[in-house]
């Protein structure tokens, strides 16, 4: 008896999970959307499917009345410390990075568009390779929470002395020194989860000049908790 309530049971949890399957693949497709060619859709849409079942196996609806709703943001989660597992940021790819977010704001003073990964190569006195790399780590990292890219480089130990109210705070203060149509940028970003080319065509702005906007914020940020 006890083993045909289990199996039963067993049941309707994978039956929980199944219906959220399409929900789980939609949301690893769309994070896809935002990061570089490198990283695989299968292999988000997997680690999305390996939580949602786990999910479903301990969820209590006495306790939730939406499963979707108590697990979407732990299947996001997971795909996020998935993309953080992969040690993307060396201390020495961190610095390159803060090298590369310079040039490329010193490039765009005078060009219409971001530089090479060769350009910018020649620039920094670095191998393309090693550029590269750099770009995509830092591209990856754009789809993280704020508080993770606050602690991109070394300024991360100043973050950790900041409590999450304050910084709530200072972030909405460096957003209300922005005009209206930067704040916008990154509300569609963020809270939309809108890719750059979406916001682009939005907005009618290059996504070079999205890109820029995004990194000022981050580093506006970061000077106002003394980073």
Request: aromatic share 8%.
């Amino acid at each position: 008896m006890q083993n045909v309530y289990q199996n039963e049971l067993k049941h309707k949890e994978d039956e929980l999970a199944i219906q959220y399957l399409p929900a789980v693949k939609a949301m690893a497709f769309r994070l896809k959307e935002r990061l570089p060619s490198s990283i695989d859709f299968a292999d988000l849409s997997a680690i999305g499917t390996e939580e949602l079942i786990k999910l479903a196996r301990r969820y209590d609806e006495s306790l939730n009345d939406s499963f979707w709703g108590y697990a979407k943001k732990r299947v996001y989660g997971a795909m996020l410390d998935y993309l953080r597992s992969l040690d993307i940021l060396s201390r020495a790819s961190r610095k390159l990075v803060k090298a590369i977010d310079y040039a490329v704001e010193e490039y765009l003073l005078t060009h219409d568009e971001e530089p090479t990964d060769e350009e910018l190569a020649k620039i920094l006195d670095e191998s393309v390779e090693k550029v590269h790399d750099a770009r995509i780590a830092s591209t990856i990292y754009t789809v993280m929470p704020l508080h993770d890219q606050l602690q991109v480089g070394d300024e991360g130990a100043a973050l950790v002395k900041v409590e999450k109210d304050e910084l709530i705070d200072v972030i909405k203060k460096v957003l209300s020194s922005f005009k209206e149509r930067e704040q916008m940028i990154i509300q569609l970003y963020y809270f939309e989860e809108l890719t750059l080319k979406e916001i682009s065509s939005i907005l009618d702005i290059t996504e070079s000049r999205i890109s820029q906007i995004h990194k000022s914020v981050i580093q506006k940020i970061k000077e106002s908790i003394g980073a």
